[in-house]
Every structure is written in structure tokens, then in C-alpha cells.
């Protein structure tokens, strides 16, 4: 019995695959990876194994109606309260497509009926009435505020952007394969649209709050070529933010820390000599933030540009080193209360000073950072970030400083 | 200061004062001030201050709208209203005036409700914008389809109850689809 039942569960998985792609449109055709897409968007129907057929009022009110439950459930568009039952002339009270036509014609007013109420179900949908429907749907977004014939405009553009000219001219009737295409476009531009409100909300006036965080930081220091290294490393961080507009803001930021450093150092003829040091470390840096006018993947990048001045000092010699900074931050919303940064900066010297046989003299600092931010209270977050410093030294060795830093944050 | 108010006043008569405006549906009704009927396959609906408009053809022809006038329209020069619509799909309005020409206050039609002693006269606006536009139409460009004197006398000369109807009949742009568009402000200026 186990056998059978494992057997029907194999032939189950087997077969999901080989049914999602069956289907009448080629491999090479623009619209087959559309029709697969469309599986991960609910939106399947049967009717796709003949995908090249001209669509059906029905077929479209079957679709459209699994679409609009989709996107409901995606929280894309505003769902609207069913209708007062309505009999439609030409679609008897037992069809199993009646759920379906009173949720585009009644619910959603997506499609309409003729005289005396008259669905006609097998009637052919010209290309230019799709557009219309399609946007009629896409109006009932939370996330678009977009005059409704301007909503023509962008589906027949950017949906409907593979049909032939000639398909418009003549006004002809859309197929299958056309339809689901289209609808697949849109519901990515409706996730994407929403993605760049959220980010958009980082950013938004509302927010256009100084910001001011102290957190604590451990870590650690590596050397690759000179075997230095430091296993505990702890201090403290500060950053404060000031915005000007929705786009820029001025961020100066410092950090304190202490360490171990020990060194190895080869002897001739044989052994080596370990050498301990207390060494101190102040960083500082000031930028300027400015958003760049596009989204990537959803989130806001911000261009960085500043100077940075790094002070390193043991019992025996110090260095420092003052530097122009460039950078790129891209902040992502995660969640509701979740907010990702990632980021990315290079320091080139202006001024640096030559230290000891432990410290040469930095030529530059390449820095990257990992942070996730969570919103406790309205103008609280916590946050947590991985960052590290590269810096390179004249003598063409690098140092990395690696960091974990918990920072507590205020919006005042 | 008289001199000004004056002018002034010429000014706001020569812009608004010859304008006889029918519905802007400011009110939000249909039925009322003035009251529009319905026939076939049209829906109305309105909707921010305009006359939304959506209906299905299997044939052209949805359906349409229309209210009486009886109206003295001899000193206006066009038809005027404002159409929002959704590009070449959009549909087509068909604008009908009737004309009483027997002088009895009533439309005679056969049974293709053409009028058999009285002027139709009508104008067909092809909707193929996206967004509002302004559409003017002169009466000088509508075409005459009824059997009365066939002259444009919207007077009420000779028992004339002059236009005492207007029409408006909606088509689809494909023999089979939809008219999506909203109307508002009908006057006539």
C-alpha cells in the first residue's frame, strides 16, 4: 500500500511539470516564457494548451476573474464588495462560469454586456478593448495613481508591447497567448510599482528626520602578508544625519576602538620574534548623500561623496591618514519594518603619515558594509551591521578591520 | 469706474452669456434638471461630475441616451461637450438633434425610428484621444437624415416647438467591443 501511494505521489510530481508547459506555442516564441510565468501568478487555464487560438469573451472573463484574485491576494489592488446577484441573458444559473462573469461584469466592472444583458460569451475581444479591460483592472491598484486613459496608454505600451503594429491598425482580435503575456507584464509592473513605493516611503517627507545612532562594535584585524592580527577588537560607533530634501542629506559619522595587535616576525637563523602592541583607532568621516533618479531591484541608491581621515596610534608610533571618499549606498525596504543597506566606498589620500615598522604610511581604504535596520517605534530602530575597512599601506599590505556593531537609533 | 464695470460686463456676457448649458452633472443625477432617458444596451453611471458612459456591441450599435428640449436654438452656433476617452477603442457618439418642422410637438418615425415629417440632424464624433477634449461641433457640419423641409430652423416659427429633442447614440469602434468614455458639459453656444 505504501508503495502505491509513494508511486502516486512520484507520478503526481511528474506530471505537474509536463502540464504546466503544455502548450501549442513554440519554445522560440516571445510569449512562452510568459505562459510558463504565468503558473507563478495563479493565472493558468486550460485553454493554454491552445495558447495560439484568438481568445474567447469567456476565456478573457476566466482569466481576468483568477487575475483579480491574485492580485487581491498579493495585496495589489483594492478589492471591491460583490454585486447584487445579477442574471446575465445568455449563461444559465448552473454554469460553472457564472462566478466568473459576475466577478469581471458585476464586481469589477471590467467587461460589460449587451442589450437585454446578454454576456455573449463567444464573441472574439478586439486588441484595443483588451487595453481598456486590462486597465480597468489596473486602476484598482493601491500603488498607482495614474489617470485612467494614461493607463491605457502604458498597458498598450509597455503589456502590449510585442504585438504586431499591424494587430492595432486593424483592430484585431487578441489571442490567448497575447492576453496572458500582457497580464504577466502587468503584474510585474504592478509589484515593481509597489517595491518603489516602499522604497520611496525610506525616503518620504515623513521621514525627513535627523537621524542619530551610538551603538557598541567588536571585531577583529587581519593581515594576509605580514602575519599581524588582533582577535578581539571593541569600540564604538556614531553617525548622524541631517537631510536637506526627500533626495540628499549630509552624514558624519565616527567610530573609536582598541585592540591587541600582535605581530609575528620571522628571525634569522631560525624562530620568530612576537611582538604585542596596544594600538587605537579613530575614524571619521563626513558625506554627502544624493539619490540616484532610478531604482534598482526595488530599492534606492545613493551616491556618496566625502572625506575621510583615519588616526592609528601604539606605544611606539602612530599614522593617519586623510583621504576624498566616494561611494554607493543602496537601501532596500525587506519588510514593513524591515529595511536592508548595503555599502560600498573608496578613499584615496590626500595627506598620510609615515608610522613605525608596525604601521606604514595608508595610501587608501576600501570600506563595505552590511546593515539591517528595524523599526521599534515610529522614530526608533535597532540595527544591526557587518562592515569592514580594507586599508591598503604604502609598503602594499592590507589591513582588515572586520566589525559587528549593534546600534541603537533616533529620529529627532 | 463705469466705463470699466461696462466693459466688464460685455466681456462675461461675450464668454458665458450665450452659452445655454444643458448638463455639466454637477448634481450627480441623470433623471433630473434635465431628465435624461436611457434605451438598450448603455450604462450610465456618474462619476466625478461626468456622465460615465460603458456598454457591449455585437453589432456597432449599444445603445444611447437622450432628453427633451423644445428649445429655440437659432441663436447658437454649435453643439459643444467634453469627452474623456481611452484612445482609438474608445467608441463613437452620435449626436442627433431633432428638428420639429409639422409643428405638432411630436417626432413621427417608422420603424427604424427615422422621422417621417420632421429634420434629424446629425453629427458623429469618433472618439480616438486619451484623456478630456473640448468637441465643438458647428451646426453648419451636421447632415440631415429625416423627411421634413430639410432646412436647420430651430425655431419657433409656424408652431414650431424648434429642436425638441436631443439624442445621443453610442457605437462601438469595432463592430463587436465596448464605448468606454464620460461626457460632461453639453451646451450649446
Redesign the interface.
Known amino acids: 500500500m505504501k508503495r502505491i501511494i509513494f508511486a502516486v505521489i512520484i507520478g503526481i510530481f511528474l506530471t505537474l511539470p509536463s502540464w504546466a508547459l503544455k502548450t501549442d506555442i513554440p519554445k522560440d516564441h516571445w510569449a512562452y516564457k510568459s505562459l510558463n510565468q504565468a503558473a507563478s501568478f495563479e493565472i493558468t487555464c486550460p485553454w493554454f494548451e491552445n495558447a495560439a487560438k484568438e481568445a474567447t469573451r469567456l476565456n478573457i472573463a476566466e482569466i481576468f476573474s483568477k487575475y483579480i484574485k491574485y492580485l487581491d491576494k498579493s495585496g495589489l489592488i483594492n478589492p471591491k464588495p460583490a454585486a447584487i446577484d445579477e442574471e446575465y441573458a445568455d449563461i444559465p444559473e448552473d454554469s460553472p462560469y457564472l462566478g466568473s462573469i459576475k466577478r469581471v461584469v458585476s464586481q469589477y466592472k471590467i467587461m460589460q454586456t449587451s442589450s437585454g444583458n446578454e454576456f455573449n460569451i463567444d464573441l472574439n475581444m478586439p486588441i484595443g478593448q483588451f487595453a481598456i479591460s486590462l486597465s480597468k483592472i489596473l486602476s484598482l491598484s493601491k500603488d498607482l495613481n495614474i489617470d485612467r486613459a494614461e493607463l491605457v496608454r502604458i498597458t498598450k505600451r509597455q503589456f502590449m508591447s510585442n504585438f504586431p503594429d499591424s494587430a492595432y491598425k486593424r483592430n484585431n482580435s487578441i489571442k490567448r497567448y497575447e492576453v496572458v503575456a500582457a497580464l504577466v507584464k502587468a503584474v510585474e509592473y504592478l509589484k515593481e510599482k509597489k517595491q518603489a513605493l516602499k522604497t520611496e516611503e525610506i525616503v518620504a517627507p515623513s521621514n525627513l528626520k535627523d537621524n542619530i545612532s551610538f551603538g557598541g562594535m567588536m571585531g577583529h584585524i587581519y593581515e594576509k602578508s605580514s602575519s599581524t592580527s588582533s582577535l578581539s577588537m571593541f569600540g564604538g560607533k556614531m553617525a548622524y544625519e541631517h537631510p536637506f530634501a526627500k533626495d540628499s542629506a549630509v552624514e558624519v559619522a565616527g567610530l573609536g576602538c582598541t585592540y591587541d595587535l600582535q605581530s609575528i616576525t620571522p628571525m634569522f637563523p631560525a624562530g620568530v620574534k612576537t611582538q604585542t602592541v596596544k594600538e587605537s583607532m579613530l575614524d571619521a568621516q563626513v558625506s554627502y548623500k544624493n539619490a540616484i533618479p532610478f531604482y534598482v531591484g526595488g530599492g534606492k541608491l545613493s551616491s556618496l561623496v566625502g572625506v575621510r581621515s583615519f588616526w592609528l596610534a601604539n606605544e611606539a608610533a602612530k599614522s593617519s591618514l586623510l583621504g576624498l571618499r566616494g561611494g554607493l549606498e543602496y537601501l532596500t525596504k525587506i519588510q514593513e519594518k524591515l529595511d536592508g543597506k548595503i555599502r560600498l566606498g573608496v578613499t584615496a589620500k590626500i595627506l598620510g603619515e609615515q608610522g613605525s615598522s608596525i604601521i606604514g604610511e595608508p595610501s587608501s581604504v576600501v570600506d563595505y558594509e552590511l546593515g539591517l535596520a528595524y523599526s521599534i517605534l515610529p522614530d526608533a530602530f535597532l540595527s544591526l551591521n557587518y562592515a569592514g575597512d580594507a586599508l591598503v599601506f604604502s609598503r602594499s599590505f592590507v589591513r582588515y578591520f572586520n566589525t559587528l556593531t549593534l546600534k541603537s537609533g533616533w529620529k529627532i | 469706474m463705469k466705463l470699466f464695470l461696462s466693459v466688464l460686463t460685455i466681456i462675461v456676457l461675450s464668454v458665458t452669456g450665450n452659452a445655454y448649458m444643458l448638463d455639466n452633472f454637477e448634481d450627480g443625477l441623470i433623471k433630473k434638471d434635465p431628465a435624461w432617458f436611457e434605451f438598450?444596451?448603455v450604462?450610465l453611471e456618474v462619476c466625478e461630475n461626468a456622465l460615465s458612459v460603458?456598454?457591449?456591441?455585437?453589432n456597432w450599435y449599444?445603445?444611447g441616451i437622450g432628453t427633451d428640449l423644445a428649445k429655440d436654438l437659432s441663436r447658437f452656433k454649435t453643439f459643444e461637450m467634453d469627452v474623456?476617452?481611452?484612445?482609438?477603442?474608445?467608441g463613437k457618439i452620435k449626436v442627433e438633434l431633432y428638428d420639429d418642422d409639422n409643428g405638432n410637438d411630436k417626432i413621427e418615425t417608422d420603424k427604424k425610428w427615422k422621422p417621417t415629417n420632421d429634420d434629424l440632424w446629425t453629427s458623429e464624433i469618433n472618439i480616438d484621444w486619451?484623456?478630456a477634449k473640448h468637441v465643438s461641433i458647428p451646426f453648419s457640419e451636421f447632415k440631415c437624415e429625416g423627411k421634413g423641409n430639410k432646412i436647420w430652423d430651430p425655431n419657433f416659427e409656424n408652431n414650431s416647438k424648434g429642436i425638441i429633442k436631443l439624442q445621443l447614440i453610442f457605437l462601438s469602434?469595432?463592430k463587436?467591443?465596448?464605448i468606454?468614455c464620460s461626457i460632461d458639459n453639453i451646451q450649446f453656444n
Open positions: 438598450d444596451g450604462k460603458s456598454g457591449f456591441a455585437k449599444i445603445g474623456y476617452g481611452y484612445g482609438d477603442a474608445s486619451y484623456g469602434s469595432t463587436v467591443g465596448d468606454n
